[in-house]
């Protein structure tokens, strides 16, 4: 059973900047697209970003683009989440998702079959 685990996540000032890293257990999944979402207390889990490293696409939800980069290594079979100038609207746990359905879009959390456990993110104003 693949298994991701991420890590990064801690406490910054607005205006800061983490990089999160999810690993990969099985590089039989080195090719497959792969997504962070994140979830705030009392808010639903929402998709932050996509790489389909195979395609050589990247794709963001409209409030992380210019901020937020995702990138992968292969050799490390690790994606990671660059996340700069940091607002406390950031603030929650972030996951690292793969193995894509062929239905919902991107950004659907239903979409997405395996999932890490996540890693906390806290941006103070």
């Known amino acids: 059973q693949v298994q991701l685990a991420e890590s990064g996540g801690g406490s910054v000032q607005t205006g800061g900047s983490l990089r999160l890293s999810c690993a990969v257990s099985?590089?039989?999944?080195?090719?497959?697209?792969k997504a962070w979402f994140r979830q705030g207390a009392g808010k639903e889990r929402e998709g932050v970003a996509v790489?389909?490293?195979?395609?050589?696409?990247?794709r963001y939800v409209d409030s992380a683009k210019g901020r937020f980069t995702v990138s992968q290594d292969n050799a490390k079979n690790t994606v990671y989440l660059q996340m700069n100038s940091l607002k406390p609207e950031d603030t929650g746990i972030y996951y690292c998702?793969?193995?894509?359905?062929?239905?919902?879009?991107?950004?659907?959390?239903?979409?997405?079959?395996?999932w890490g456990q996540g890693t906390q993110v806290t941006v103070s104003s």
């Open positions: 790489i389909c490293p195979e395609a050589d696409f990247t």
């Open positions: 998702a793969t193995d894509k359905g062929s239905g919902g879009t991107w950004f659907e959390k239903n979409a997405w079959n395996l």
């Open positions: 099985q590089t039989t999944y080195k090719n497959r697209c």
